[in-house]
């Protein structure tokens, strides 16, 4: 007897045993059906061993093992295992969050009938031997595979049962697929399209090249427009070249489309695939398959492809590193960055993190040595922009903007210069007030204010979903004199079109792009200049290339100095710094213009200087001084409850419980969440810290299993290591 330890899909932080009769080590890594209550379950196995802590007689049988289609390697295993321990999230969750939505399901995945070869094996063979004559179609289709392997296609047109008798005969192992044959990959995939390397691209390639085959992190910190891109196509061709796959990690979704045609038409006689959340279930599933099958040799995608099976991966590169969207927000709290670097070390191979403004802890890495630097320093066939600051404390304003913000919107107009507006608030208004009392529209289930939407005329609660429709008067004094408070981007696209009649007004953000095929088709239209004004949140500042913006404005920035978060200067600076890169990329210089109340901030400062390094170098010192990351190490405990005294009450015995366990680590008060209501509970943390990430590490391992294994609680918790939201 063998038992099966299983990961499942369920929110119980164990593996679960499983007997079965023949199993052995090459089963490890594939899909299992268990029972599992009064139900059925897939799950993956995750080790084949003789014992379990389980009495035999309380064993259960695994139902089938789904040998018929490849499982997890052990390379992916390892990485998820890693990624569950340093996360402290449940092994089970997170290899069955790895997997693609069908594999999750019971359902019999339909069988790839396009994809690979059928072969026929030696019990195939000797099946067709036995089978009676009369088994006409059986024997019909064995002997069809019998002289070559062929494709279901064939086999289909050769036999009506076909769709039938091939998953049975996959399931008996008569049949297995021969993994289909690899696109050719050229010998200089690279060759004619792109533009000869300035000096320092071509630098930053040759390190990166002499890196192949070895575990080296590589910081490339290029300014905005000096062609970052062009490193990554490089990097990515000489790996290719040597037989190996790669990974190209990117921030946001609308990114993937566009840098997969590029890398399609860089890259003719490659499979490229995407992977992100935007896919449907059977498109993410098929690229998934490719990758695993070493079949696309090139894999794009967003966080979640970080844990992407891809058994030649000869490089990784993360692009705009320091994004806040590779840290998953909740559940499993992995950063895809971080994950990266270590994939990039159990594979031995070189992983490139890239941005104009890295992560604090990115560029200390490269600063000590741990990672290698390489810069890029200029633009490529343009100038950086000029950004200024204009304080507003000193002027009226007309629908938020200053008029020589306005001012200079009309000469671009005038010179038929496209120009932007930079806001981080979607909507109409963040809030809709009471002139006679002061009643704000709050949400009632978050500590959050309800935004004001003109699509539908109601009130968004950006946090929790909830939409309530617009009062005819004040809640709480009756007056029906109600207006929106500040701006948000339907305001001021309206604002434009007022003011600026002829001008082709484009809005970009989470609502305008919510369609599938919005984006592309905007885009489309601001290469070609039929946009004349954008005006957008942030997903217009990552990574874009417009070619004819010539003038940024930014609005309401000042709202991030008053958070109380020690990156917040940094994520400012880095934000900006990244929405001013797309000013100026083509023949005219670019101008940015930040309304700020605060012109002397340190932040505005350093961003009129654009020197990254001068701020990171400064912020580095505070941080060093202050004993904040990247100089100590942190992980948050989160606990939520319907009542704010059930989640302290749970963090302060937590803190009694983690004061008594060694090693030793600092341990600081339970306080409320920066945001402590949200969808109707309310949230509180307790900040832990050590010096070291390896004794943070051990402590974290005791205080969870001690927590796990406390008094009951009524308060849900989780751990969040190395935080970034607070
Ligand atoms: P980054 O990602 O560093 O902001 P991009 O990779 O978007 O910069 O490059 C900016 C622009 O410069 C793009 O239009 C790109 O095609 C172009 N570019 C990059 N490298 C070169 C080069 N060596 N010669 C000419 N143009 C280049
Ligand atoms: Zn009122
Ligand atoms: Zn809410």
Known sequence: ???????????????????????????????????????????????????????????????????????????????????????????????????????????????????????LTAAGADAFEQLPTRATAQRRLLQAVRRAPLDYATIKASSPQASRLVPQFL??????????????????????????????????????????????????????????????????????????????????????????????????????????????EGERLANWDAARAGRARIVLGTRLAVFAPIPELGIIIVDEEHDASFKQADGFRYSARDVAVVRARQNNIPVVLGSATPALESYFNATNGRYRLLTLTSRVGSALPQILCIDTQSEKLTEGLTPALLAALERSVTRGEQSMLFLNRRGYAPVLICAACGWMSGCQRCSAKLVLHLKDRRLHCHHCGHRAPVPASCPT???????????????????????????????????????????????????????????????????????????????????????????????????????????????????????????????YQALAQQDYRAFAESLLAERRQAGFPPFVYQALLKAEAPKLETALGFLAEASRIGAKLQPRVTLYDAVPAAMPRRAGRERAQLLVQSDARARLQQFLVAWHDALSRASSTRARWSLDVDPLEF
Request: hydrophobic residues 45%; positive net charge; contains cysteine.
């Open 171 to 280: 399931a008996r192992g008569w049949l297995r697929r021969e993994p289909p044959d690899k696109k050719p990959v050229r010998g200089a995939p690279m060759s004619v399209s792109g533009p000869p390397l300035t000096g320092e691209q071509a630098h930053a390639v040759a390190e990166v090249l002499g890196a192949l085959g070895r575990f080296q992190p590589v910081l490339l910190l290029g300014i905005t427009g000096s062609g970052k891109t062009e490193v990554y196509l490089h990097a990515m061709a000489a790996a290719l070249a040597a037989g190996r796959q790669a990974l190209l990690l990117v921030p946001e979704i609308s990114l993937t489309p566009q840098l997969e045609a590029l890398v399609g038409t860089r890259f003719p006689g490659t499979e490229v695939v995407s992977l992100h959340s935007g896919l449907g």
């Open 477 to 603: 004094c009756g007056s029906p004199q109600l207006a929106p408070l500040g701006q948000g981007t339907q305001r001021v696209e309206a604002a434009l079109k007022e003011r600026f009649p002829a001008a082709r007004v484009l809005r970009i953000d989470r609502d305008s792009v919510r369609r599938r095929d919005a984006w592309p088709e905007m885009r489309r239209r601001i290469h070609q200049h039929e946009v004349d004004m954008l005006v957008g949140t942030q997903l217009l500042a990552k990574g874009h290339d417009f070619p004819h913006l010539g003038l940024v404005g930014v609005i309401n920035a000042d709202g991030v100095l008053y958070s109380s978060d020690f990156r917040a200067s940094e994520r400012l600076f880095a934000l900006l710094m990244q929405v001013a890169g797309r000013a100026g990329r083509g023949a005219t210089r670019g101008t940015v213009l930040i309304q700020t109340r605060f012109p002397q901030h340190p932040v």
């Open 1 to 119: 007897m063998n038992v099966l330890r299983v990961a499942l899909d369920v929110p119980v932080a164990t593996l679960f045993d499983y007997r079965t009769e023949a199993a052995s080590q090459s089963d490890v890594g594939r899909r299992v059906v268990v029972p599992f209550g009064n139900k059925t379950a897939v799950g993956v196995i995750v080790e084949v061993t003789g014992t379990s802590t389980i009495a035999p007689g309380r064993l259960k049988s695994a139902v089938r093992i789904l040998r018929e289609e490849p499982g997890l390697r052990a390379a992916d295993l390892r990485l998820l295992a890693f990624a569950a321990d340093y996360y402290h999230h449940a092994l089970g969750a997170v290899v069955m969050a790895a997997l693609p939505a069908p594999l999750r399901r019971l359902k019999a995945r339909r069988a790839q009938q396009d994809q690979g070869r059928l072969a």
